[in-house]
T-cell receptor, first 111, second 114 residues
Framework: DTGVSQDPRHKITKRGQNVTFRCDPI?????LYWYRQTLGQGPEFLTY????????KSRLLSDRFSAERPKGSFSTLEIQRTEQGDSAMYLC?????????FGQGTRLTVV | GENVEQHPSTLSVQEGDSAVIKCTYS??????FPWYKQELGKRPQLIID?????GEKKDQRIAVTLNKTAKHFSLHITETQPEDSAVYFC?????????????FGKGTTLSVSS
């Protein structure tokens, strides 16, 4: 499968714990995005990388959230001190030009 | 910032009918407008997109129209089939370069009954 890959697919964590998600973009895609989607809503933009540089961050991205793309390939999204409101589907997408392709997402449940 | 409104939130049609979903956007600088289809439990998939220098684009049974003056764009699906049933999202890119954030509408749940 040469599409965008995300790991894990599902994560259940207790409130207050830290979690980290991984995204592997389509090879040769230099642009990578993180979105969050809750039930009945469209994806909400979180952050954007071009190569290893984080160029854009949403106001939604509190200081508990951090994202990295150290070598311009895969990316990680970490949420510290998780809260129940963090429960959502976290989607990664990548693009080379305009068209963005999404991964299957990581579904986070905070209990 | 950019805001995208999408209507209707639900749409039910008979197989073979046409379906139209409409979106409006607020930022006149937006110039890229993709449409995504998301089936239950699956990833959003790009089905068609349009750039601001084009008024209409068609791909088989799917077409998108853009009115930059009125700041709205629409998805048209003709000869609908049950497999068209899904949630459809419109989006706008509020920048004049590739690769920036997409702002999504809240989605339209399309149900096609046979």
């Amino acid at each position: 499968d040469t599409g965008v890959s995300q790991d894990p697919r599902h994560k259940i964590t207790k409130r207050g714990q830290n979690v980290t998600f991984r995204c592997d973009p389509i090879s040769e895609h230099n642009r990578l995005y993180w979105y969050r989607q809750t039930l009945g809503q469209g994806p909400e933009f979180l952050t954007y990388f071009q190569n290893e540089a984080q160029l854009e961050k949403s106001r939604l991205l509190s200081d508990r959230f951090s994202a990295e793309r150290p070598k311009g390939s895969f990316s990680t999204l970490e949420i510290q001190r998780t809260e129940q409101g963090d429960s959502a589907m976290y989607l990664c997408a990548s693009s080379r030009t305009w068209e963005a392709f999404f991964g299957q997402g990581t579904r986070l449940t905070v209990v | 910032g950019e805001n995208v409104e999408q209507h209707p939130s639900t749409l039910s049609v008979q197989e073979g009918d046409s379906a139209v979903i409409k979106c409006t956007y607020s930022d006149s600088a937006s110039n890229y407008f993709p449409w995504y289809k998301q089936e239950l439990g699956k990833r959003p998939q790009l089905i068609i997109d349009i750039r601001s220098n084009v008024g209409e684009k068609k791909d088989q049974r799917i077409a998108v129209t853009l009115n930059k003056t009125a700041k709205h764009f629409s998805l048209h699906i003709t000869e609908t089939q049950p497999e068209d049933s899904a949630v459809y999202f419109c989006a706008a890119s509020p920048a004049n370069q590739a690769g920036t954030a997409l702002i999504f509408g809240k989605g339209t749940t399309l149900s096609v009954s046979s």
